[in-house]
């Protein structure tokens, strides 16, 4: 049975506390599943580089993987996202060195504890990366082939070229050279996935995302989802649906508590969720101070371009329960939705119920218009980022 049919039951059991109690242990679920992603491949290959890309975090960064042109990655790696640390992509050393022979590899990096491997190559995919992905498909796990350094490939080829130049063909050719070789290395229709670190919205990066999307379990996926970088619009709407999907389990919690007669206790509870959930959008989205700086040193645009665009008061900044308070308040109709909820809950025989539903209503509506209001700041972000917003 999975968690939201066992959600249903507690409901329908007429047990408000049990169903309550049912509801935190689901969200708090949801909030911490544990994704651990393994980065592996030949030294000089972009894994460190990939990791910090994948993280939002630019190489000079101090919490960002050490990258250089000689081998930085000597022992397994974890890095946390900076906005999920649920979220650990590990950066492995290369297969085959001394410390990590390729006869033990997979035990000495502790294969256990990953959920995927994503095997790169910035040139061809060599017998060691083949032989490491035969060994984790014999163990029942996913890999995934990633070409890296694009970017520098197509940089290079235009130079050589010249006018001749095509970028769609030069993409096809590096395509078909890398299938090409893991075939003759005995993989049966292998998917390469063409990557440039400095430019994830280009090349294959999206549908990278969309492959793991497809193919790890339900719980998985939303914790991945939430971490990935904004890297198109659509990735944006897909997220907004998953935080969508939530928002009505945060407004039983309301309800639940509505029920209890105790002065002022409901209000207070509510804009505590509101401060938990809207820092939890505000993160994901990538509009907090930290996320939008390591943006723009990425991107090498001033911060304030960004700060000009974005219309919610709740992005770039704290979030505090004045500043929900002071928001919800600009809001006639939450505001009188709050106010009534309190009146209710001490009104005899039919008080509680409507101060429940007055709740639920309450929560609803507010986290919905904080959501949408989010979710138009982070496309105008991301256009602007991208140079798609003309008007700016």
């Not at 990935?228 to 897909?238: A, D, H, Y």
């Not at 304030?304 to 809001?331: F, G, M, Q, W």
């Amino acid at each position: 049975m999975t968690e939201p049919d066992q959600l249903e039951l507690s409901l329908e059991s007429n047990n408000q506390a049990l169903a309550d109690a049912k509801i935190q242990e689901y969200l708090d679920q949801q909030n911490n599943i544990p994704l651990n992603i393994a980065v592996t491949g030949e030294t000089g290959s972009g894994k460190s580089t990939f990791v910090n890309a994948f993280r939002g975090i630019d190489n000079r960064d101090e919490r960002a993987a050490p990258t250089g042109c000689v081998e930085t990655t000597l022992e397994v790696s974890p890095y946390p996202h900076p906005n999920y640390p649920n979220v650990t992509l590990w950066d492995l050393p290369a297969i085959g060195t001394t410390n990590f022979p390729a006869d033990n590899y997979l035990k000495l990096v502790g294969f256990e504890r990953f959920d995927f491997f994503i095997i790169i190559s910035d040139t061809r995919f060599r017998e060691s990366d083949v032989k490491l992905a035969q060994e984790i498909q014999r163990m029942k796990k996913k890999f995934y082939f990633v070409r890296s350094k694009i970017d520098s490939d197509l940089r290079n080829e235009e130079i050589s070229q010249g006018s001749r130049f095509n970028a769609e063909r030069c993409l096809q050719q590096i395509r078909d050279n890398c299938i090409q070789g893991l075939q003759r290395q005995g993989v049966e229709s292998p998917q390469v996935f063409l990557v440039s670190s400095f430019d994830l919205h280009l090349y294959d990066f999206t549908l990278l995302g969309d492959t793991f999307e497809g193919e790890l379990p339900a719980h998985k996926k939303h914790a991945l989802l939430l971490a990935m970088p904004n890297i198109s619009l659509e990735v944006i709407n897909k997220k907004k649906k998953a935080y969508q999907s939530k928002i009505k389990y945060y407004a039983m919690l309301s309800a639940g508590v509505a029920a209890v007669p105790v002065p002022g206790l409901s209000a207070a509870v509510d804009v505590g969720v509101l401060v938990s959930v809207v820092t939890q959008y505000v993160n994901g989205f990538g509009l907090d101070i930290l996320s939008l700086r390591r943006l723009t040193d990425r991107r090498g645009m001033p911060f304030r371009d960004l700060i000009n665009i974005i219309v919610s008061p709740l992005a770039a900044t704290e979030i505090t329960r004045d500043l929900v308070l002071k928001v919800l308040l600009r809001c006639a109709g939450t505001a009188a939705l709050m106010a009534a909820e309190e009146v209710f809950r001490f009104i005899s025989v039919f008080g509680i119920p409507a101060a429940m539903i007055l709740s639920f209503t309450f929560i609803y509506r507010a986290l919905n218009y904080f959501l949408d209001t989010l979710a138009e700041d982070a496309e105008r972000v991301f256009k602007r980022v991208m140079g798609l917003d003309t008007s700016l």
